[in-house]
């Protein structure tokens, strides 16, 4: 019996200390140049955007901190970046979302 007890214990307190996974959010990135966020439902403190240039010159003119859609273009280079987009809640990423986006000169 103290055997199935401490099993049970060990398997509860496992659980608990187990790390949380992110959710998943909604990003669209379609057309070019352009990446909107669906974060409905979710609680958060901070909108974290940041990009894998992949080859390309993307640049970011504005700062996207907190903000729901993030602009982006390709001056010389376009090509395709991967844009991914965490939702930050007491320095802990509760969502997240990457997809590729089209980096164009100007917007397709």
């Known amino acids: 019996m103290k055997k199935v007890a401490f099993a049970v214990l060990a398997l509860l307190g496992s659980a ?3 790390p949380a ?6 990003l669209y990135c379609g057309g070019s140049n352009l990446c909107i966020l669906d974060a409905t439902g979710y609680t958060y403190d901070t909108i974290a955007w ?3 240039k992949n080859g390309t010159d993307a640049l970011i003119p504005y700062n ?3 903000s729901g859609q993030c602009e982006f273009y390709c001056p ?3 090509g395709g970046i991967d844009v ?3 939702l930050v809640s007491n320095q802990t990423i509760v969502a997240s979302a990457t997809s590729q986006a089209a980096c164009t000169r100007e917007p397709l």
Request: proline letters at 5%; a positive charge.
């Open 64 to 66: 996207c901190t907190n």
């Open 76 to 78: 010389t280079r376009p």
């Open 21 to 26: 996974s992110a959710q998943s959010i909604s």
């Open 84 to 86: 991914t987009v965490r």
């Open 16 to 18: 608990v200390l187990a």
């Open 50 to 52: 940041s990009f894998a």
